[in-house]
């Protein structure tokens, strides 16, 4: 995509505007509140390895979160606002027009973890969509004495994450680096990251908890357990060690509140 179709995307009218909110309310890929969950439902159906979109965050009102399609998962990362200056990672961007010109051009962006994403494409808030809709032949209820009160809505939560992580075998007790997926409640490891089949995959329904270990001779380890067997994992550094143990007690108080 060249640099003028990606900052085309903020209409040329922004000069014209002294709310720096209202700026981002012409760019076309700013999908306000929409939420966590919904912008990685989004991206993963619809969107594609590199995609992206900017939307609000909860952390404050100048806080926003850029979302990043990486292959099977979706990353999080902050932007902040101060007057017309927006942060992100190490870089300051004096205005909205260059905030958006710095994407125009792919950039690299690298996390904690070590996962290089380049960002592709913007996704866009307004998509064309057809108005048809299925014709109702039959209308009939069971009568099954359900009342408005057993209607309780309930879905599983995304919550992705994915990246290499060292694992203890379980018989043979060395450590071999694999590559881990997590989607929903399904926590899985592959040989390598270019490989299509899970090794195996851990159903968190049946996890009891998750928690930092300090058993085993290498740092930034954690484990989780289960009834037959206490899986052993080690991240590359403690902010990663962390960011894991963050998303999978969260996954597990989930899980906890649907049952």
């Not at 903020?10 to 760019?27: A, G, K, N």
């Not at 700013?30 to 912008?39: E, G, I, M, W, Y």
């Amino acid at each position: 995509m060249s640099e003028s179709d990606t900052a085309g995307s903020v209409r040329s009218d922004t000069s014209t505007q002294d709310d720096p909110e209202d700026e981002l309310e012409l760019l076309g890929w700013f999908h306000h509140d929409l939420s966590r969950h919904a912008t990685e439902a989004l991206l993963l159906s619809n969107g594609k390895d590199g995609s992206y979109l900017l939307r609000k965050s909860h952390e404050g009102p100048n806080s926003y979160a850029l979302s990043v399609r990486a292959k099977d998962s979706v990353k999080h990362f902050q932007v902040t606002r101060s007057g017309t200056t927006y942060t992100f990672g190490f870089n300051e961007f004096q205005s909205i027009k260059e905030f958006v010109s710095h994407f125009a051009n792919q950039p690299l962006l690298g996390s904690e973890t070590g996962t290089i994403i380049v960002l592709k494409c913007p996704y866009p808030r307004e998509v064309e969509e057809p108005s048809i809709y299925e014709s109702v032949r039959v209308h009939t209820a069971m009568q099954s004495g359900r009342t408005e009160n057993d209607l309780v809505a309930n879905a599983a939560s995304l919550g992705t994450k994915e990246g290499h992580l060292m694992k203890q075998g379980a018989i043979i007790k060395n450590w071999k680096t694999r590559w881990f997926t997590l989607n929903r409640n399904e926590l899985k490891y592959f040989k390598d990251k270019m490989c299509v089949e899970p090794i195996r995959t851990l159903d968190l329904m049946e996890c009891t908890g998750v928690q930092f270990d300090y058993s085993q001779e290498k740092v930034n380890c954690f484990c989780l357990v289960f009834p037959e067997r206490t899986f052993y994992l080690c991240g590359k550094t403690g902010v990663e060690t962390d960011e894991w143990i963050k998303i999978l007690r969260w996954k597990l108080a989930q899980i906890k509140k649907s049952r």
